[in-house]
């Protein structure tokens, strides 16, 4: 499973990183082609040093890298990193499956046993309190 082999830590920034919508919007743009920090920056109503800090938190994730260019540092989406989070969304996902078909399957083996013994106090209860109104 992608989730083991990654490691908590390493699906946990991975998770983290896309939590954010900025960070999400960041990397969606880099997916089109490399921009510099500062042309990225322009498109957000913040600071320059906040969208440097978000594009770390996308680059310590692996889902971008940064490569200097001159004076500007180019960010550019790696297409493998986002590929690992989809196969490790898609694995939890069968996990989650499997249990849900499990209990589904438990619980059409012995359907009403559970019922049967709650109607049968029910029906004693019934005859102790005599009519209801």
């Not at 500062?38 to 310590?60: C, D, I």
């Not at 940064?66 to 989070?85: F, M």
Request: proline share 3%; hydrophobic share 35%; charged share 35%.
């Amino acid at each position: 499973m992608v989730v083991d082999e990654l490691g908590d830590e390493t699906v946990d920034r991975l998770f983290h990183a896309l939590a954010d919508t900025t960070r999400r919007d960041i990397l969606r743009r880099c997916v089109r082609g490399e921009l510099s920090v500062s042309r990225l920056a322009a498109s957000y109503p913040m600071s320059f040093a906040a969208v440097q800090k978000h594009v770390a938190v996308l680059e310590r994730a692996g889902l971008v890298t940064k490569q200097r260019s001159g004076r500007e540092q180019l960010v550019c989406t790696d297409p493998e990193a986002v590929g690992r989070a989809r196969q490790a969304l898609d694995e939890l996902e069968s996990a989650w499956r499997g249990r849900v078909d499990r209990m589904a399957r438990l619980l059409a083996e012995d359907p009403g046993t559970d019922e049967n013994d709650e109607n049968d106090e029910n029906d004693e209860n019934d005859a102790t309190e005599g009519p209801r109104r």
